[in-house]
C-alpha cells in the first residue's frame, strides 16, 4: 500500500493584489509529494515556482483550494498554526542565510534548539554528528566567512535536516555554486533524504542537476504543466523531450 503523502495540494489558486489591481499567481494547481522522494521543479522565472514553495511552506496563507501537510490542512489555518509546520520544515536557500557571529556548529545548534524537549548537551552533540555527516568534520568551529560558498551552503544543508523533518524545501540551492560545489551539495541533500526518509522539493533552473529527482515537475505561467518520472525525461537544449 503507498504511503500517504507528506504535501497533498488539490485545485489551489493564488492572487496577488486587490480590485483591479487582483492578479491570478497560480492555477489549478494538484500535486502531491510522498515520503523519500526528491522532487526538482523548474520553470522560467515569473512561472509561480517561489510563491508555490512558499505556500507549501507555510510562509504564505492559502486562499483557494486545498494543501495539506501530513494531513493537516493550511487552507484557513491560523498564524500560530503556520508557525508550528514552519517549525516542521527544513528550508535551504540560494542565499545560506548564516549568523556570520556564529560558527558553523552554532548556526545549526540553532535549529535543534527550537525543540525545547533538547538539552543543550543534546543539541550540540546533534549538530556535530549532521555537520560531520556533511563532509565539515574539520570545520565544526570554523565562522561562515572563513569557509567557501560550497562549505557554507552543507552547513545551511546540516541546518535543514538536523531535526529530521519530514520535509525540506530548496529553492535555488546551487545558484550561487561553481558545478562540482553543486554537484556535491546536491548529492548530500539526495543521500541523507534517503536515509532519513526525508522529503525534498527543490526549484532550480540548474538543469545539471536534474538526475537526482524521482519527479520532476514543470510551472508555466502559474500552471503546473508537467509532472513527469525523471527516468523517462531528459532536458536538453532548453526545452524537454521523452528517453527511448
Request: negative net charge; charged residues 20%.
Amino acid at each position: 500500500m503507498r504511503q500517504e503523502p507528506v504535501i497533498a495540494i488539490s485545485n489551489l489558486n493564488h492572487y496577488y493584489g486587490r480590485g483591479a489591481l487582483r492578479r491570478q499567481i497560480l492555477f489549478d494547481i494538484n500535486l502531491e509529494i510522498y515520503p523519500g522522494e526528491i522532487v526538482i521543479m523548474t520553470g522560467p522565472s515569473g512561472s509561480g515556482k517561489t510563491t508555490l514553495l512558499s505556500l507549501i511552506g507555510g510562509l504564505r496563507s492559502v486562499q483557494e483550494g486545498s494543501l495539506k501537510f501530513l494531513g493537516v490542512e493550511l487552507s484557513g489555518a491560523s498564524q500560530s498554526k503556520l508557525v508550528q509546520i514552519r517549525r516542521s520544515i527544513g528550508y535551504i536557500f540560494q542565499a545560506h542565510n548564516l549568523l556570520g557571529f556564529l560558527t558553523a556548529r552554532q548556526n545549526v545548534q540553532m535549529a535543534v534548539e527550537l525543540n525545547d524537549h533538547v538539552s543543550p548537551e543534546e543539541a550540540i552533540a546533534q549538530a556535530r554528528t549532521m555537520l560531520t555527516a556533511v563532509g565539515l568534520e574539520n570545520r565544526i568551529d570554523y565562522y561562515p566567512d572563513n569557509m567557501s560558498g560550497g562549505q557554507k551552503q552543507r552547513i545551511a544543508i546540516a541546518r535543514a535536516l538536523v531535526n529530521n523533518p519530514p520535509l525540506v524545501l530548496a529553492d535555488e540551492p546551487t545558484a550561487a555554486l561553481d558545478k562540482q560545489s553543486g554537484r556535491d551539495v546536491v548529492e548530500i541533500m539526495q543521500r541523507l533524504a534517503k536515509e532519513q526518509g526525508t522529503s525534498i522539493l527543490l526549484v532550480t533552473h540548474d538543469n545539471r542537476i536534474l538526475d537526482i529527482a524521482d519527479r520532476i515537475v514543470e510551472m508555466e505561467d502559474g500552471i503546473l504543466a508537467r509532472d513527469s518520472q525523471s527516468a523517462v525525461i531528459s532536458y536538453e537544449g532548453g526545452a524537454w523531450s521523452e528517453k527511448p
